[in-house]
């Protein structure tokens, strides 16, 4: 199967064809994920939640996106890799912005990077773009300015909120981004953006208009669960399927069913004869 690069996003838009998006964290997902069909994996700062048991991902490090993208990269045949830009690492100078976005894709083994905003980091972005490193843009609610909203809450529903959003995304699109990321918004907001933009959009919260959608593999897989959004649907139930298994092996362990011979290891009986 061909690599799922930039210009798989851009002609998966001209074709109509929806892209898939999923997070992953670590090795042995991204590999099953990738396995599956996924066309991009997003190491996204959700890490910071999911992985790391934050409260917010605020307090996620340039080094944390690249520990977990050199996992996720070596898992990922053909999807491609994104790292998330996490907070405060393209908000001060353009060479500090360049040098963390060029550190996720050289140490990270990353293809792109995502960052959120627009009109406050326009310059950050465009200079990115300028570095030849692929920006993902992501707009709407963006969790890193979770204190600047005071929570998690939709975007876009006053007519100022959703002209601003529209305006961004058209910006971000002439900065040179390849693709927007629209976090709760209104279906009907995202699918006028996902109209007026030649990139495309993936929507998580967004509707069923975007050009792809993606969600945080946890939630999806049901087995993260301080905090369900209301857009998160469970394809699976694997908290209860850990948990019973879990039960299951400290049980048949105390019980003595587990390790039986089958999971056990011999000796040759002369050898044993001069242990004793
Ligand atoms: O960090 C993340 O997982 C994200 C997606 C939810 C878009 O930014
Ligand atoms: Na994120």
């Known amino acids: 199967n061909k690599k799922f690069t930039v210009s798989s996003f851009l002609k998966a838009k001209q074709k109509g064809e929806k892209i898939s998006m999923l997070t992953a964290y670590d090795y042995s997902t991204a590999k099953l994920l990738d396995e599956a069909g996924v066309d991009s994996l997003l190491v996204g700062d959700s890490l910071g939640m999911v992985?790391?048991?934050?409260?917010?991902?605020?307090?996620?490090?340039?080094?944390?996106?690249?520990?977990?993208?050199?996992?996720?990269?070596?898992?990922?045949?053909?999807a491609m890799v994104i790292g998330d830009m996490p907070f405060l690492s393209y908000h001060v100078s353009i060479e500090d912005t360049i040098r963390n976005a060029g550190r996720i894709i050289q140490e990270g083994n990353a293809h792109a990077v995502k960052l959120e905003g627009c009109m406050e980091v326009i310059d950050k972005i465009k200079a990115i773009v300028k570095a030849q490193i692929p920006v993902m843009g992501h707009l709407g609610l963006t969790p890193q300015s979770i204190n600047v909203f005071g929570g998690f809450k939709v975007q876009g529903k006053t007519e100022k909120q959703a002209k601003r959003i529209i305006e961004e995304a058209l910006m971000l699109q002439e900065a040179g981004v390849f693709a927007v990321v629209l976090e709760c918004v209104p279906e009907k907001l995202a699918r006028i953006i996902t109209e007026k933009l030649d990139i495309p959009t993936i929507g998580i919260g967004a509707g069923k208009y975007c050009d792809g959608q993606v969600l945080v593999t946890q939630d999806m897989l049901g087995m993260y669960t301080d905090f369900t959004p209301k857009f998160v649907k469970k394809y699976a139930s694997l908290c209860e399927d850990i948990k019973n298994a879990t039960q299951n092996y400290i049980k048949e362990m105390k019980e003595g069913i587990f390790p039986s011979d089958e999971h056990t290891f011999g000796i040759d009986e002369s050898i044993l004869e001069k242990l004793y």
């Open 51 to 78: 992985m790391l048991g934050y409260e917010n991902t605020l307090q996620v490090t340039v080094d944390d996106i690249i520990h977990h993208c050199r996992a996720v990269a070596r898992g990922a045949k053909r």
